[in-house]
């Protein structure tokens, strides 16, 4: 009896070990179950619809590429972490997902602090992390261009965007000399106002930074900044708070009169993501900013005016009942991207797919986006422009769009330092 | 050249006093809760901020979801936050009156936690902002500026507040009783008072305080989880500065904090945020129980 069993058990072990891999593993041409990518943003506070693009974003991308049959054979699957816009949460989300949960990639990231807190965890855990919106030029050029950290790759234009556009659009308008800032109190809103300055003395000379107050993360009431930008005078103001932010210092502007003021423009930095746009879409209607309100982003959806994009919005609204803003496009545009680094490479480890990123030019819905290998960034053209009404969309959308070639404003390797402080 | 500037100059201080007195008059709405908490109940209730948020959110369903006036909004809110405020205290609270500190800190963190994520649940992630009721849009012409409604209603309604607190524990019956109850709670108890009773009370008038100051804010300020973290904060330092308990303190702290705050944004923008700390820091040094705690 006992031998039977014995032969039993035997029979049934080499039974297992003679059965093929599951069907997903036996598919899958880089041999793991499943391809794994660890998403990250904000998914509390005022900033929290960022997170919450980033993650529709990224699930509307693995539900088209696995439906078109996954990477390699590989099927995806994504694991969404809130960072709370704060870096030990998002370093420590970070750890989990590459240590525990077994991320091959990592994407998405909204706060400039936070990226940079990652980023040397990033080549100490060996895992590429595409970030799909925090903002500040150093994590590029200080820690990929500078330090070499080449698990640090970039979808989305940093604050050239938010800084270099504004310079110059606003160069060529003469009776625009006084300005001021109402500034994100961290790095953002330093290395904005910042590189804004530098750009613009180059150009203009006699341009003057008569204010600049800082408000911190979760302000609820930007009066005070409002007031003491306004008791000197600027033509024109450049704001760096971001999302709900963003619109509560709109509004708190609004009912102070700054829009019926002297003030000849509103630079609001981000002002074009779709979550801020949804927030001021009264005011706009009811012509509340008197034209004098500029806004910019990472991604608008109502540009480029191509069948890729239209095709893309149309999707996106069916899914999500949402326009896209940048984050969701950017993070659904760095899961391509992946997808294309790894075919090309055909490998999930570090090195191998950094080298298949290298060269690499990709549609995206956003539009051609092309990898520079010095700073590891993926370079394409988002125009800015003041914020109107459209009759073809629900909300309003950037219009008189100003275009620039990427090249005219993104910075180039050797890379000069550009001071994060106040 | 420098004379011919000073009215101008003159204009904008006096302006940025008046929009320092409306940010006070927010801190003082939410400080005011907390500090008749803590005199009476001698709860240190970490999750007056998340009252303070659950006012917003239930104004914003009321008046920006539900279309009803705005003042009736923000009565509705109080209403329902005064409900939850009765939960917590008969639920939980007063279930760790006699024991270790500690456990008030556990607890009432665990409810900013629990409302936190209640909120994300309920009205999703992604902020909250009505349109301006009309009769509360625009601006008068003040110091030569244009002062915004809305932060004038603000001030009256603190205000208004400030002079009801007053008359309320010192001219009425209730008010003599709570004060007793704060002073001495045995002896209010052996004279007959149902402490538990005066408790509940305080907490559901102190919670409702929390929520007029989120709800009053609704249609300039957004609502989103998390707001009340970034209001606890200031409001433990008024608190502290003004004198655990101390309702006069919590009232003359909320001035110097909101004004100070205006000014430092005027005239020190680079250290405005430490301005607030270091006046903590000094009170805390030089008068450690607080400006008016006896």
Not at chain 1, 214 to 225: E, G, Q, Y
Not at chain 1, 284 to 309: C, M, S
Not at chain 2, 93 to 121: H, M, N, P, S, W
Request: hydrophobic fraction near 50%; glycine fraction near 10%; charge should be positive.
């Amino acid at each position: 009896m006992k031998k039977g069993v014995g032969i039993l058990s035997v029979l049934f072990v080499l039974t297992l070990l003679l059965l093929p891999a599951s069907p997903a593993e036996a598919q899958c041409q880089l041999g793991v179950p499943v391809i794994k990518i660890g998403v990250q943003g904000a998914a509390s506070g005022p900033h929290a619809d960022y997170g919450r693009q980033i993650e529709m974003g990224a699930t509307m991308a693995i539900e088209e590429i696995n439906a078109a049959g996954g990477i390699l054979g590989c099927k995806l699957e994504i694991k969404f972490m809130d960072d709370e816009n704060k870096a030990a949460t998002g370093v420590k989300n970070a750890r989990y997902l590459v240590a525990e949960w077994g991320a091959h990639f990592m994407v998405g990231t909204d706060s400039s602090g936070v990226a940079m807190a990652m980023g040397p965890v990033l080549a100490e855990l060996k895992r590429i992390h595409f970030f799909t919106h925090a903002a500040t030029h150093r994590l590029t050029e200080e820690l990929v261009a500078g330090k070499g950290i080449k698990e640090i790759v970039r979808v989305s234009v940093p604050v050239y965007q938010d800084a270099i556009v504004a310079a110059l659009i606003f160069k060529d308008r003469p009776e625009i000399k006084r300005w001021a800032t109402i500034g994100a109190d961290y790095e953002y809103g330093y290395v904005t106002w910042n590189l804004f300055k530098e750009t613009l003395r180059k150009y203009r000379p006699d341009a003057e930074f008569v204010a600049a107050v800082w408000a911190p993360f979760l302000t609820l009431d930007f009066s005070p900044h409002v007031s003491a930008v306004m008791a000197q005078k600027p033509d024109a103001i450049l704001a760096t708070p971001w999302a709900g932010e963003a619109v509560m210092l709109l509004r708190q502007a609004l009912i102070q009169g700054v829009f019926d003021s002297q003030i000849q423009a509103w630079w609001q930095a981000m002002g074009g993501s779709v979550d801020v746009l949804e927030g001021i879409a009264s005011e706009v209607q009811r012509d509340r900013f008197k034209g004098k309100l500029w806004a910019t982003a990472r991604y608008i959806h109502n540009w480029p005016d191509t069948p890729e994009n239209k095709a893309f919005n149309e999707r996106f609204r069916k899914r999500w009942a949402r326009l896209p803003n940048y984050s969701a496009e950017t993070t659904y545009s760095a899961l391509f991207i992946i997808k294309a680094a790894v075919e090309k490479s055909r490998s999930l480890e570090t090195p191998k797919v950094i080298e298949g990123l290298k060269g690499m030019q990709i549609n995206n819905p956003g539009g051609l986006r092309v990898f520079r290998a010095e700073d590891q960034q993926f370079i394409y053209n988002v125009p800015a422009g003041r914020v109107v009404m459209d009759p073809k969309y629900p909300i309003p959308v950037l219009g008189d769009l100003k275009v620039f070639a990427a090249k005219d404003y993104y910075r180039h390797p050797p890379f000069t330092p550009v001071a994060a402080t106040k | 050249m420098l004379i011919a500037e000073l009215p101008d100059f003159m204009d904008d201080i006096a302006f940025q006093g008046l929009i320092g007195l409306s940010m006070a008059m927010y801190l003082w709405l939410i400080s005011a809760g907390l500090t008749i908490i803590f005199g009476v109940l001698r709860i240190i209730n970490f999750a007056h901020g998340s009252l303070f948020m659950m006012g917003a959110y239930l104004a914003f369903t009321f008046y920006g979801q539900l279309g009803l006036p705005f003042w009736l909004a923000i009565l509705l809110s109080l209403l329902g936050v005064g409900l939850l405020g009765l939960v917590m205290e008969r639920g939980f609270l007063r279930r760790i009156y006699g024991i270790d500190e500690a456990y008030q800190l556990l607890l009432t963190f665990g409810f900013i936690l629990i409302l936190d994520d209640a909120v994300k649940i309920i009205w999703g992630g992604v902020f909250k902002i009505p349109a301006i009721p009309p009769f509360l849009d625009g601006a008068w012409r003040v110091f030569g500026r244009s002062f915004p409604v809305y932060n004038a209603f603000v001030i009256a309604v603190g205000v208004a507040v400030a002079v009801g607190l007053w008359a309320l524990f010192e001219k009425t019956w209730w008010g003599r009783i709570v004060r007793a109850t704060a002073s001495d709670r045995e002896m209010a108890n052996a004279i007959g008072v149902n402490v538990p009773r005066v408790f509940s009370g305080v907490f559901v008038f102190g919670s409702m305080l929390a929520a007029l100051g989120g709800a009053l804010g609704t249609p300039v300020r957004v609502v989103a989880p998390g707001i009340g973290a970034a209001m606890i904060i200031q409001a433990f330092i008024i608190t502290v500065i003004g004198g655990l308990g101390n309702l006069k303190g919590a009232f003359v702290a909320s001035l110097i904090v909101g004004i100070l705050s205006a000014y430092g944004t005027l005239f020190f923008p680079v250290f405005e945020l430490f301005l607030i700390f270091a006046i903590m820091a000094v009170v805390l040094l030089l008068r450690p129980q607080g400006l008016f705690a006896r």
